[in-house]
């Protein structure tokens, strides 16, 4: 399948409306596993269904390689059936009367392919989902987890270019996901599809993706890979929307409102008087350590001394509220803590922990050069 690129993409329900969509650039590679990542409201959908041909662009073009598929000024549309792209929603959709085997062949029979190409498609995409067992039952008869794989293979049986998968996996429970997030993985892997996954939620789009694309009242924060969207986040809003728990925030500026912001400004600017015009800095919890002891404290560190107020276990790690005169932090430990609620500890990151953010909540990328030439 060719490149699939937006350019100044618009999409408006009224006159008096905001843009659901704002001047939306966005280049989907062949082969990619793109993620549409963002809160609810954020224009994400409605971005995969302009993709899919289900809504006119307002303002903007779609192209498929050199194919122009939706264009205002130059008054192009072409329908969604002739897009060559199978789309999968968040309900399954499937026939209720037809058992699973004549679900998954049903594009291919609208096709009126020959019988026999048609079986072997059916065969290959039910042995590669593992639902051929159940392939003489009706969709009534099988869970919720098995049915999404048929609505996956229907898709995936006719061939398309591009897979459109709109929150597919929000109605299955937790170890349902899991499953299906490997299964997906897999089948991207084998088949080799173009994917566009929409989704709130940002560890779907961290373990599933090879490009996210973060996404906040219609226009676009920041592409990139998992790790570029984790580890560099381009301003505040993607560095809060993306981990768990949230990342700490220090807001610089306002003197007296947290003692722990005003020991990272009084660090920074005693150390790196070269950054200039910081507005906040982020700690990510897992980034952070403690001591029980100011020697203890690894050289060159930033660190403050807190009180533990709580000690979260969530299974293979636990999260330390900590506390000050007027602030609070997270931190995150995978070693079990030998520390109890009350008791004071010094709370410390290397320099190259430190997210730097400008007055507009902007990454000062400047900053990441600096704060790691001296993190030893």
């Given amino acids: 399948m060719p490149t699939i690129n937006l350019r100044g993409a618009q999409k408006n329900y009224g006159v008096a409306a905001a843009n659901a969509v704002a001047d939306l650039d966005l280049e989907i590679r062949d082969g990619e596993f793109m993620c549409l990542l963002g809160p609810s409201g954020?224009?994400?959908?409605?971005?995969?269904r302009m993709i899919a041909g289900l809504e006119n662009l307002s303002g903007g073009e779609i192209k498929v390689g050199n194919r122009v598929v939706d264009s205002v000024r130059e008054g192009i549309f072409v329908p969604p059936e002739k897009r060559e792209m199978g789309l999968v929603f968040q309900s399954y959709a499937l026939w209720p009367h037809l058992t699973i085997e004549r679900n998954t062949d049903f594009g291919l029979r609208l096709r009126n392919l020959p019988k026999a190409e048609r079986e072997a498609r059916v065969e290959r995409v039910m042995q590669a989902l593992d639902i051929a067992k159940y392939r003489d039952r009706y969709p009534s008869q099988l869970s919720g987890g098995q049915q999404q794989r048929v609505a996956l293979a229907r898709m995936l049986a006719v061939n398309?270019?591009?897979?459109?998968?709109d929150e597919p996996l929000s109605n299955l429970d937790a170890r349902l996901r899991l499953e299906m997030r490997a299964e997906l993985k897999r089948l991207h892997h084998e088949f080799k599809t173009t994917i566009v996954f929409v989704t709130h939620d940002q560890w779907e789009a961290m373990t599933l993706a090879t490009t996210i694309a973060v996404m906040n009242e219609g226009t676009l924060q920041q592409m990139?890979?998992?790790?570029?969207i984790y580890?560099?986040?381009?301003?505040r809003f993607v560095a809060e929307?993306?981990?768990s728990p949230p990342i700490n925030i220090l807001n610089f500026?306002?003197?007296?409102?947290?003692?722990?912001a005003d020991q990272a400004e009084a660090y920074l600017s005693a150390k790196f008087p070269q950054l200039r015009g910081i507005g906040s800095v982020g700690l990510r919890p897992e980034a952070m350590s403690y001591a029980t002891s100011r020697e203890k404290v690894p050289q060159n560190s930033f660190s403050a001394e807190m009180t533990v107020t709580g000690v979260l276990p969530t299974g293979g790690s636990w999260i330390l509220e900590l506390k000050s005169k007027n602030h609070t932090l997270f931190l995150t430990?995978?070693?079990?803590?030998?520390?109890?609620?009350?008791e004071r500890v010094f709370v410390h990151a290397p320099p190259d922990a430190i997210h730097v953010f400008d007055l507009q909540g902007k990454r000062i990328s400047e900053a990441d050069t600096v704060l790691m030439d001296n993190r030893n």
């Fill in 42 to 48: 954020c224009g994400k959908t409605t971005t995969l």
């Fill in 160 to 165: 398309p270019g591009v897979l459109l998968l």
């Fill in 224 to 228: 990139g890979t998992p790790n570029d």
């Fill in 231 to 235: 580890d560099r986040p381009a301003n």
């Fill in 241 to 243: 929307f993306v981990g």
């Fill in 253 to 260: 500026g306002k003197p007296g409102a947290s003692d722990i």
């Fill in 333 to 342: 430990t995978h070693a079990l803590p030998r520390i109890d609620s009350g």
